[in-house]
């Protein structure tokens, strides 16, 4: 059981530059999110999704883009790199019980810079 | 609006002591999740506990015990007799179910420092 997969590990891009982050999880989870962590900052939501076709802000939402076609897949697009976007990125997801959700599952990591 | 704070940034400790780090949380929500997440230093997230709006029983497991206080709005976590492998950074998470919006929103964490 894969569980939570999220590539590349490792990234250095140039101002300007665009990139996707691909996450993909096998669990049939409903919820899909994206975090990034930066010192002192705790993780912080960038966009999520509780479904095929629907997505939604998170709280740092601004150069970044998101689509979910289908339940397995959430890729997270830079559009334009900043220095700023220059963190370590998490995709996490979660299943739907007791009308809440279960615990997050996330990926290994994405460690970003922008240079 | 939903919030989550995580007040200590950082706390240590000698090993054996107790320790307890704190989560306050806000919703408007009457149904809502609380987790507590441990991070050590290999990077990686690991689930620790979930608990629903409903259920202000206290839960130990092990070393391990968490206190619900709606009336207070708190979450906290306490380690009983710290060990080095505790060392971690322990982040504090809410769900809020109501809404909608299922959005999983984090504390800052606290970085919990163990020594030998």
């Known amino acids: 059981n894969a569980g939570v997969t999220q590539t590349p590990k490792f990234q250095v891009l140039k101002t300007g530059q665009s990139m996707t982050l691909q996450c993909a999880q096998d669990?049939?989870?409903?919820?899909m999110s994206w975090y990034r962590q930066d010192p002192g900052m705790g993780l912080r939501l960038i966009h999520y999704?509780?479904?095929?076709?629907?997505?939604d802000q998170g709280e740092v939402p601004n150069g970044y883009n998101v689509s979910r076609s289908t339940t397995e897949d959430f890729p997270l697009r830079l559009l334009s790199a900043a220095p700023s976007q220059t963190s370590v990125y998490f995709c996490?997801?979660?299943?739907?019980?007791?009308?809440?959700?279960?615990?997050?599952?996330f990926g290994q990591g994405t460690r970003l810079t922008v240079v | 609006a939903q919030k989550v704070t995580q007040a200590q940034t950082e706390i240590s400790v000698v090993e054996k002591e107790d320790v307890t780090l704190d989560c306050v949380y806000e919703?408007?929500?009457?149904?809502?999740?609380l987790f507590w997440y441990k991070q050590p230093p290999s990077g990686e997230l690991v689930f620790l506990i979930r608990?629903?709006?409903?259920?202000?029983q206290n839960e130990i497991s092990g070393r391990y015990s968490w206190n619900f206080q709606k009336s207070t709005s708190s979450f906290n976590f306490t380690i009983t007799a710290s060990q080095v492998v505790d060392s971690a950074v322990y982040f504090c998470?809410?769900?809020?179910?109501?809404?909608?919006?299922?959005?999983?929103?984090f504390g800052t964490g606290t970085r919990l420092k163990v020594l030998a």
């Open positions: 996490a997801s979660s299943s739907l019980r007791d009308r809440g959700y279960t615990e997050a599952f």
């Open positions: 669990m049939n989870h409903e919820y």
């Open positions: 999704s509780v479904g095929a076709g629907i997505t």
């Open positions: 919703t408007r929500d009457t149904t809502y999740y």
């Open positions: 608990r629903n709006s409903f259920d202000e």
């Open positions: 998470a809410l769900s809020e179910a109501d809404s909608g919006t299922y959005k999983y929103i």
